[in-house]
Nanobody, 115 residues
Framework: VQLQASGGGLVQPGGSLRLSCAASGSMWNFIVMGWSRQAPGKQRELVARISRDGVADYADSVKGRFTISRNNAEDTVYLQMDSLKAEDTAVYYC??????????WGQGTLVTVSS
């Protein structure tokens, strides 16, 4: 399984970014897909995950601001991030698995929220 993330960058507070992650390999390995992030000096945290049938859940810290979605036909998962805050600055990783999205990981993409 390969997961290729893209879409990070520099954005001002209050702005938006959309991350994408394309998966390749057996679809059974990405039944559940997720996005995690790791800020400097902090542990990695799962911010959003979505099942193959579209059921999603979010960390409290991003609820109402981030939206995870997926395109099963293209094996791609997205993370729309709105109303970004400085504390959202982190390296964002996409991941996948059969039950929990922690079996396979993509490379990180850096999101920096700063004025």
């Amino acid at each position: 399984v390969q997961l290729q993330a893209s879409g990070g960058g520099l954005v001002q507070p209050g702005g938006s970014l959309r991350l994408s992650c394309a998966a390749s390999g057996s679809m059974w390995n990405f039944i559940v897909m997720g996005w995690s992030r790791q800020a400097p000096g902090k542990q990695r945290e799962l911010v959003a995950r979505i099942s193959r049938d579209g059921v999603a859940d979010y960390a409290d810290s991003v609820k109402g601001r981030f939206t995870i979605s997926r395109n099963n036909a293209e094996d791609t998962v997205y993370l729309q991030m709105d109303s970004l805050k400085a504390e959202d600055t982190a390296v964002y990783y996409c991941s996948s698995g059969r039950i929990i999205p922690n079996e396979y990981w993509g490379q990180g993409t850096l999101v920096t929220v700063s004025s």
